[in-house]
């Protein structure tokens, strides 16, 4: 009798499926034939068959077509990936390549004209479809979105910004017009003038009158409420009722509530980090020589990470914002608020509330400048640095 035929499940079957469903090696790969051969032997065999021999002459009549044509799925394939997994962010070049090569069918860099990731990379910088540039740990691509709906959106949002920061400096407008109008309604008012008492005729009596005093004490009286004394709570309600009547807002004072309220949860944002300010690192991961020390900021990257110049050694480094804090100085020196209502505007520290965690601030940008700015959070300013 005959061997007996391998079943499906055998366990040299399963192992076979799982061999030809991951990755093999790419010198056993044939392009031309989209064929991944096991090992060497395999890719022997396969390159004296009559197929690949019909590929190959083909491929002489007309190569540079065929590279060409490989290089174009290949450039497709990646800038594809690279839009859809990352967008328009940062992000190392070799790691879109390994994304890129997970899938088993994918066109395979050594059939392109490009011999090499870093040619490649090249390539899309000169072609203008991506943001590249090399650092310590390799390449770095950044996607460059000129789809015709993205670009609309940018502007639309674009728009959107300005048309708010508008609105905003007209309230500040209107808001300071009627602080000038109050201001000077408050002057017109007629002060009481105050003279020195003279008698012409020095036998003349002088006489006061008092009564002017007993009215105002009746008129006192008849405008409290008569209650029962023995009533106590009802009393201090109405006292505390009069009380909260006489500390109500004006209206005024309630619109620059209302648009402070609006412009901080506009301009609250979850990164803080900015260009010229300086933080105190305070992580122990980069050495204990950076432990504590203030650093200023030269460049954010990616809205949480900043590349540091310490102030003391001078040392270039790059920390998640999640690892520095703000730095508050001395009384009179420029901040830089970082986040909330007025973020990004320039402004003097005028005094430290250490009791409540808080700071006092005049702002000297931006369209409320001038105004002095109370309960400022430490982690909402933080001190500019000023060449010497």
């Known amino acids: 009798m005959g061997k007996e035929k391998a079943g499906f499940l055998t366990p040299k079957a399963i192992a076979n499926r799982i061999k030809a469903k991951g990755l093999q090696k790419l010198r056993w790969f044939c392009q031309m034939c989209q064929k991944q051969c096991r090992d060497e032997n395999g890719f022997k065999c396969h390159t004296m068959s009559e197929s690949h021999q019909r590929q190959l002459l083909l491929f002489a009549d007309s190569p540079d077509k065929f590279i060409d044509s490989f290089s174009e799925e290949f450039d497709e394939g990646y800038t594809e990936l690279l839009r859809r997994r990352f967008g328009t962010k940062r992000v190392h070049a070799n790691i879109v390549y390994q994304e890129y090569i997970s899938e088993r069918q994918h066109v395979h860099m050594n059939s392109t004209q490009w011999e090499t990731l870093t040619e490649y990379v090249k390539y899309l910088g000169r072609e203008g479809k991506c943001v590249v540039d090399q650092t310590e740990k390799g390449w770095f691509v950044q996607y460059v979105d000129r789809d015709p709906e993205a670009i609309k959106r940018q502007k639309a ?148 990470t900043g590349i540091l110049k310490m102030v003391d050694s001078g040392d270039k480094i790059k920390v998640d914002q999640a690892h520095v804090e703000t730095v508050i100085p001395a009384q009179g020196k420029p901040v830089l608020v970082v986040n909330g209502a007025s973020r990004g505007c320039e402004g003097t520290l005028v005094s430290i509330n250490e009791d409540k965690f808080c700071c006092k601030i005049r702002l000297d940008t931006g369209p409320l400048r001038g105004r002095v700015i109370e309960g400022v959070l430490y982690e909402d300013i933080s001190k500019l640095f000023v060449t010497s």
């Open 157 to 304: 949002t674009e728009t959107k910004e300005k048309m708010d920061l508008d609105d905003e400096e007209r309230t500040a407008k209107y808001i300071q017009e009627m602080i000038e109008r109050a201001s000077e309604t408050g002057r017109e008012r007629p002060e009481a003038e105050y003279t020195e008492l003279k008698r012409d005729n020095d036998e003349e009596k002088v006489a006061f009158n008092l009564g002017g005093a007993k009215k105002e004490e009746a008129a006192t009286s008849k405008s409290l409420p008569v209650v029962n004394p023995l009533q106590a709570k009802t009393r201090e309600k109405i006292v505390k009722t009069m009380s909260a009547g006489q500390k109500r807002k004006s209206a005024l004072d309630e619109i620059i509530e209302f648009e402070e309220k609006k412009k901080e949860k506009l301009k609250r944002k979850d990164h803080w980090l900015h260009t010229g300010i300086v933080v105190k690192v305070m992580t122990k991961r980069l050495g204990e020589k950076y432990y504590k020390k203030k650093a200023v900021v030269k460049d954010v990257q990616d809205l949480y």
